[in-house]
């Protein structure tokens, strides 16, 4: 009698549990974001955005890189990381300083400046240099071509090529009027005071391209400037942050998204995550449930054609490559 009891309370349990899995998971849940311009409709293919401006194919985050991802391959996102200069301008590098992307140590090679970098003490930081500095210098001298070719290392054009130090202002401005639909995701890699000045800025500068506001997603690896950025430009969308993101993809894989709290509008992801066992993030649930609450899944940073299909296939919303021709060409396989 005793087992019968215990057997019947064990089995209302489960299907108690059952139950409230299934209504929390047919619960349509709130919205992140009312318009986001980083969602494709469904069928159609995945939005390609040009990372650090397509660095594998050109001078990466100059203009070169930029003009030609954009007017030539015909890109739909430019990518790209923000650091702020000793006089307070906006300008796009990878790095927090400028040794492996220009001329600033001379006539020698990549591989020594990599060993010079190595103590820290020897790197020239973009928060210690002022604009009209950085613009002496050649941001393509150690770009190579398909064939290992260093094409613009002793070119005597290259601040009329556009491989001067790009400046947002200089980005937008470049674009605004022939490409008001153009997007672009941007990293700020600035943290502390430094990166709360850059947040006004980038805001500052969206004053003045105001088609653009709405058309540019803004992230972070800090949790001062994310905090920043929600508190004092709320209508700035804004990308998850790296805790934040494992939070929204611990709560889908367990079915309990409606009790992620999160607002960001991209999720964006690489394929996986090694914690100690690798774990996939190509998964079509991830994008079906961020689009539930119309957030954009990105992945990044995809080079391989074969990667590049599963993703499209899944129905991602953007593919964020160093290889934005390439991309191209594979996503024409599907038209």
């Given at each position: 009698m005793k087992n019968h009891k215990l057997i019947k309370?064990?089995?209302?349990?489960?299907?108690?549990?059952?139950?409230?899995?299934?209504?929390?998971?047919?619960?349509?849940?709130?919205?992140?974001?009312?318009?986001?311009?980083?969602?494709?409709?469904?069928?159609?293919l995945p939005m390609v955005a040009a990372h650090r401006g397509g660095g594998g194919e050109n001078p990466e985050n100059t203009m070169l890189a930029f003009i030609e991802a954009v007017s030539n391959i015909g890109v739909d996102i430019i990518e790209s990381d923000l650091y702020i200069t000793k006089d307070g301008f906006l300008v796009y590098n990878h790095d927090d300083y400028i040794d492996e992307t220009c001329n600033i140590n001379g006539d020698i090679t990549l591989d020594e400046v990599k060993e010079l970098c190595k103590d820290e003490s020897n790197r020239h930081y973009i928060k210690d240099m002022t604009l009209e500095e950085l613009?002496?210098?050649?941001?393509?001298?150690?770009?190579?071509?398909?064939?290992?070719?260093?094409?613009?290392?002793?070119?005597?054009?290259?601040?009329?090529?556009?491989?001067?130090?790009?400046?947002?202002?200089?980005?937008?401005?470049?674009?605004?009027?022939?490409?008001?639909?153009?997007?672009?995701?941007?990293?700020?890699?600035?943290?502390?005071?430094?990166?709360?000045?850059?947040?006004?800025?980038?805001?500052?500068?969206?004053?003045?391209?105001?088609?653009?506001?709405?058309?540019?997603?803004v992230g972070t690896f800090h949790d001062e400037i994310e905090d920043e950025l929600k508190s004092k430009y709320p209508d700035l969308m804004r990308g998850a942050p790296t805790g934040t993101a494992a939070k929204f993809?611990?709560?889908?894989?367990?079915?309990?998204?409606?009790?992620?709290?999160?607002?960001?509008?991209?999720?964006?992801?690489?394929?996986?995550?090694?914690?100690?066992i690798?774990?996939?993030?190509?998964?079509?649930?991830?994008?079906?449930?961020?689009?539930?609450?119309n957030i954009a899944v990105q992945y990044w940073t995809i080079n391989d054609p074969a990667e590049m299909r599963r993703l499209i296939e899944l129905g991602c919303d953007c593919i964020m490559t160093d290889y934005p021709e390439l991309l191209k060409s594979v996503l024409d396989e599907y038209k």
């Open positions: 309370i064990i089995g209302i349990t489960l299907a108690a549990l059952v139950l409230f899995f299934a209504v929390i998971n047919i619960i349509p849940p709130k919205k992140n974001t009312e318009n986001n311009p980083f969602i494709v409709q469904k069928g159609e613009e002496q210098y050649n941001f393509g001298y150690y770009f190579e071509d398909k064939n290992g070719d260093r094409i613009y290392k002793d070119a005597p054009d290259w601040k009329e090529l556009g491989l001067q130090i790009a400046t947002i202002d200089k980005l937008f401005s470049e674009f605004y009027e022939t490409h008001p639909d153009l997007l672009f995701i941007v990293e700020i890699k600035n943290s502390g005071e430094l990166g709360y000045e850059a947040c006004r800025i980038l805001n500052e500068e969206l004053v003045n391209y105001p088609k653009y506001r709405n058309r540019i997603v993809i611990i709560t889908q894989f367990l079915g309990l998204n409606l009790f992620d709290n999160s607002d960001f509008a991209c999720l964006q992801i690489p394929t996986s995550y090694d914690l100690g690798n774990i996939g993030l190509e998964k079509k649930t991830i994008i079906d449930r961020a689009h539930r609450r």
